[in-house]
């Protein structure tokens, strides 16, 4: 059983370059949730899908983000021209559909943008 | 809107000791609360999870309490060891429906040889 994973580990990009990150999450989990985690802070949640609907999304994911799950399976967020406040953790967790809402969490892609 | 705080945000103790790690959320009506462990520069492990009708949970050296009416939750560790160093995080879920965790700022635990 592998757990969620994300590519890339480490991402460093210059301001106003596009990047994308991936989220496998565990299989079968059909709840996938992405969140932002700057240093020294909890983590804070970006947006939620539920098979391949996007369900709720918060304020911080502003017109520059996007974020799919075109077949119910990964995701991708993408972050078009990237700004230095963007720099931070992105963590994507997973859950199945039962009723205990246990969140599993991936690794992280590490951006930094310079 | 819920909101979460830990305290202290940072301990170090020496190890061997007994330590709690502390939890307060604004809004009691949760679903369930989790505590997560986090090294530097990795993602979150799940420690434990408490349902809104539970009172405690307990993993090995590990025993987290949740007392709802006075939106608190605490995690004690016994007997503790370097390899507990970590930064540790409480997440509060919303009720149901609300599809997402709420976190504290974490409290980063040192435990000194």
């Known amino acids: 059983d592998t757990g969620v994973s994300q590519n890339p580990r480490h991402k460093i990009t210059k301001r106003g370059q596009n990047v994308t990150f991936r989220c496998d999450p565990i299989?079968?989990?059909?709840?996938l949730y992405w969140y932002r985690q700057t240093l020294g802070q909890g983590p804070e949640f970006l947006t939620y899908?539920?098979?391949?609907?996007?369900?709720?999304k918060s304020r911080l994911l502003s017109d520059r983000f996007s974020a799919e799950r075109p077949k119910g399976s990964f995701s991708t967020l993408e972050i078009q021209r990237t700004e230095q406040g963007d720099s931070a953790m992105y963590l994507c967790?997973?859950?199945?559909?039962?009723?205990?809402?246990?969140?599993?969490f991936g690794p992280g892609t590490r951006l930094t943008v310079t | 809107k819920q909101e979460v705080t830990q305290i202290p945000a940072a301990l170090s103790v020496p190890e061997g000791e007994n330590l709690v790690l502390n939890c307060s959320f604004t809004?009691?009506?949760?679903?369930?609360l989790q505590w997560f462990r986090q090294d530097p520069g990795k993602g979150l492990t799940s420690l434990l999870l408490?349902?809104?009708?539970?009172r405690e949970q307990t993993s090995g050296r590990l025993n987290a309490s949740l007392d709802k009416s006075s939106g608190r939750s605490t995690l004690y560790i016994a007997a503790s060891q370097p390899g507990d160093s970590a930064t540790y995080l409480c997440a509060v879920y919303g009720r149901e429906g609300a599809q997402k965790l709420v976190f504290g700022q974490g409290t980063r635990l040192t435990i000194n040889p």
């Open positions: 408490i349902q809104s009708s539970q």
């Open positions: 899908f539920q098979n391949e609907a996007q369900l709720e």
């Open positions: 967790a997973s859950r199945s559909w039962d009723s205990i809402y246990e969140q599993y």
């Open positions: 299989s079968e989990h059909n709840r």
């Open positions: 809004d009691s009506a949760i679903y369930n």
